[in-house]
């Protein structure tokens, strides 16, 4: 994933043709997972007062997400990411932040975080200083009513943009999202096996992807390998984690174990790799049903 400004998201789209357009971002991808798992997730953003913006609150709404977003007028635009897909599912991302560099508390604040069962935090966040106020509002409401607070590190190269910023926020929260790759940034562990053990501490829940080979979830106290999800075909891998992630939450949010909230989570992210776009295609309420995983998990 490469930043890019206003000029060069306009040169792309004058050389590529046949885009597919999406609400998306990580944690809407998120939410976009969890409504169709069957939950009720709020998003929490920004856009500008302008086209995209309109149609992205349409479309995350029209999937079951409520939308709290901010609107910022005239410049910048609502943000952009382009995400370039070849023939074997090769990515090149393009992101143009645009109205996103600035979330206001307010927003927040119409969320409800005190009734909420949990808040899911991506790690790009720490690239717009912007979002510095809403983010600590949401982990300071959710821990006073007892919430779940869940982080993702998003991104190796963020690891590497903002190590220490990322190694203190992660230090409040009490489930973390990486892959295999980003774990291994974070911790500085020279193989998958030292990550794990580093990333262990008293209170937090882990969960580490490991593409094809599947996930690893820890509580602390016992781990639970998961299996990836067969799938057919690869057509792009856009969102996996982030279907992961909803996976994973619902599982847990709902009493789930911790296998079998990874199983959830493998299940989300496979139909999400099996065509264009990260956004399911299909329920994944009724997947879930249909391959053993529905609610109440016993």
Not at 5 to 18: F, P, R
Not at 66 to 84: A, N
Not at 104 to 113: I, L, N, Q, S
């Amino acid at each position: 994933m490469t930043l890019v400004d206003g000029s060069q998201i306009a040169k792309i789209l004058e050389l590529v043709t046949g885009w597919v357009q999406v609400a998306g971002g990580s944690a809407a991808n998120t939410a976009a997972g969890l409504a169709s798992l069957g939950d009720r997730p709020v998003f929490v953003g920004s856009v500008a007062e302008d086209a995209l913006g309109e149609g992205y609150e349409r479309d995350l709404s029209a999937v079951g997400v409520r939308c709290e977003l901010g609107r910022l007028r005239g410049s910048p635009p609502t943000g952009q990411c382009l995400v370039m897909v070849t023939a074997d599912s090769g990515r090149t991302m393009a992101t143009n932040l645009g109205a996103g560099v600035v979330i206001g508390p307010d927003a927040v604040e119409r969320a409800e975080v005190a009734s909420a069962a949990a808040v899911y935090i991506e790690g790009y966040v720490l690239d717009s200083p912007g979002t510095t106020d809403a983010v600590e509002l949401a982990i300071e409401q959710a821990r006073a009513s007892g919430v779940l607070v869940a982080l993702s590190l998003s991104d190796p190269f963020l690891v590497e943009r903002h190590g220490e910023a990322l190694k203190e926020l992660a230090d409040r929260v009490d489930l973390l999202f990486a892959n295999e790759e980003e774990a291994r940034r974070f911790t500085g562990a020279a193989d998958l096996s030292a990550s794990l053990d580093a990333l262990e501490r008293p209170g937090l829940m882990t969960a580490v992807t490991l593409g094809a080979q599947g996930a690893v979830l820890s509580d602390g106290s016992q781990r639970a390998t998961v299996k990836a999800w067969s799938v057919g075909r690869v057509d792009d891998t856009t969102g996996a984690g982030d279907l992961f992630a909803a996976g994973v939450l619902h599982g847990l949010v709902h009493g789930a174990s911790l296998e079998v909230a990874g199983r959830l989570g493998a299940l989300a992210a496979a139909e999400i790799v099996s065509h264009l776009g990260a956004q399911p295609n299909a329920s994944l309420k009724a997947l879930a049903a249909e391959n053993g995983l529905a609610r109440p998990f016993s």
